[in-house]
């Protein structure tokens, strides 16, 4: 009683603390690479494994959690859905940290309102991700207080709309592009990207559009010329990555379990043969048209160039050897090639950026909004064609032919992101806004027995066997649950329905 007011409560003299940390311009930036750093994925929510939950892959181990997903029996006790939401909301509390002290620094204001902007590119995104996967979400746009802690959901319109404010301050006040130790950092084509990607996960047709155009007309981004080496260390940060998460070999390697060590060691990253059959032949007709000149004993042989760049198929090389699926624990018989690194031999060491965007998503998303909006315009086509371009492969005109209907042109642009985006993490997300049942559908892969002696390839039977049951479950619909752990700590948390 006889002490001085208030005299416990003192800023901590042992570590950082947001009285003291944001005073300079070194400083602001640790704080907002802090926010950059909550990008980086970490188990069970790399980017890959939202494939594994699709119809393009299959991962047999339940601790990996996406089988649970892609089968449709998660629960609110599911440690996917626990992770996603706390990582995306542990980066929106730095943000908005970062966003309520920043403006203590000494630092010129230029710099300043960059990094502002930067930040709520960050939070938009994080809560672009939310609303894509819950639903409705609690909106929080600065610091609590432990009394302001139990919120309730806000309407995903309403944190729709808060995405879109930010993403446009983000748009108006970040560089076109940086240089040196800076690329890598948010850009005004990113926040103007993944403004064209939330609207149109939203079915805001027109707007969306609209700002897919914007970045177009930025005239900065272009497709890359190889394909296969898109997704290669030596070609990081080419005209195409318009955002992505950037690793540094022994420095800032990606997260265990790379996808080095995933694609290229581990028996969990199948290749369906649903998959493998979607890509067309070089001639541009699916392998189902018996004028396409397919031979199911000869499966890749002119096929689509995306199918051999991006999965390593029986009898070819996976790095220096030849990938033999019966000696292979692969479950369906094909692994990854796209991102596996397989030519590195310190699996734990890879260091391959993540795109989480890039141009051939801007155009297949402006044509994507342009078809649901009733538009059929030859723009579509030039949009799609574009992309089958880069790898050679026939315009829409000369296979599916002009004139097409809205609903034709809809499955065009459907199948062009399968086969353009596989294990790129986009799948799943398709899936789940798109609402196709018949996307939910059981596993097969090839029988590996039939696929096993190297020297005399003439012997090899390619059949495909059923792997696993996959039934989507209606009740549960297309949003994942609200964690349980949260709704015991939040009684203002009101759980999706069917968990």
């Known amino acids: 009683m006889g002490c001085t007011k208030n005299l416990l409560d003192k800023t901590p003299l042992d570590s950082l603390s947001p009285e003291t940390f944001y005073s300079n311009e070194t400083q602001a930036k640790a704080g907002l690479m802090g926010v950059y750093n909550d990008l980086i994925p970490s ?215 790379s996808s080095a060590l995933s694609f290229a060691e581990w028996p969990t990253p199948s290749v369906t043969t649903d998959l493998i059959n979607a890509y067309y032949m070089t001639n541009g007709l699916p392998i189902s048209d018996p004028a396409s000149g397919y031979k199911d004993q000869d499966p890749y042989k002119n096929r689509d160039p995306r199918l051999a760049a991006s999965v390593v198929l029986p009898g070819s090389l996976k790095g220096q050897t030849i990938f033999i699926p019966k000696n292979d624990d692969v479950v369906c018989g094909a692994r990854p090639r796209k991102y596996a690194d397989l030519n590195n031999p310190d699996r734990n060491n890879c260091s391959i950026n993540t795109i989480l965007m890039r141009y051939a998503d801007i155009l297949l998303m402006r044509a994507e909004a342009l078809i649901e909006s009733g538009n059929t315009s030859q723009e579509i086509y030039d949009l799609i064609d574009q992309v089958r371009a880069r790898v050679n492969m026939p315009k829409i005109e000369n296979v599916e032919g002009a004139g097409l209907s809205q609903e034709q042109l809809r499955q065009i642009l459907r199948h062009e992101r399968r086969v353009e985006f596989f294990v790129e993490g986009t799948r799943y997300a398709d899936m789940l806004r798109w609402k196709d049942k018949s996307l939910v559908h059981n596993v097969y892969g090839y029988d590996r027995l039939t696929l096993s002696d190297p020297s005399s390839p003439s012997t090899w039977k390619f059949n495909q066997i059923y792997k696993a049951a996959r039934v989507f479950d209606p009740a549960k619909g297309w949003l994942w649950p609200i964690p349980q752990v949260d709704l015991q700590n939040n009684s203002n948390l009101k759980q999706n329905p069917g968990y």
């Open 43 to 257: 188990q069970p929510i790399q980017w890959y494994q939202f494939d594994f939950m699709s119809d393009n892959n299959y991962c047999q181990d339940a601790w990996q959690g996406s089988n649970e997903f892609g089968a449709w029996l998660q629960n609110s006790s599911s440690g996917t859905a626990q992770t996603k939401w706390a990582k995306d909301y542990s980066l929106i509390v730095r943000a908005n940290s970062f966003l309520a002290n920043v403006d203590r620094a000494v630092m010129a204001d230029a710099v300043k309102t960059q990094m502002k902007a930067e930040a709520t590119f960050l939070r938009a995104y994080s809560y672009a991700d939310l609303i894509s996967y819950f639903g409705d979400v609690p909106l929080i746009l600065k610091v609590q207080t432990l009394a302001e802690a139990k919120v309730s959901r806000t309407p995903k319109s309403e944190v729709l709309a808060a995405i879109i404010t930010d993403l446009d301050n983000a748009a108006a006040n970040l560089p076109v592009s940086y240089a040196g130790t800076d690329v890598g950092r948010a850009t005004k084509g990113a926040a103007l990207a993944f403004k064209a990607k939330i609207l149109l996960y939203n079915e805001k047709w027109p707007e969306a559009a609209a700002a897919a155009k914007s970045v177009i007309d930025l005239q900065t981004y272009g497709l890359f010329s190889d394909y296969a080496n898109l997704f290669s260390e030596d070609f990081e940060n080419n005209k195409e990555v318009i955002f992505d998460i950037q690793y540094i070999k022994n420095l800032l390697p990606q997260p265990w379990p």
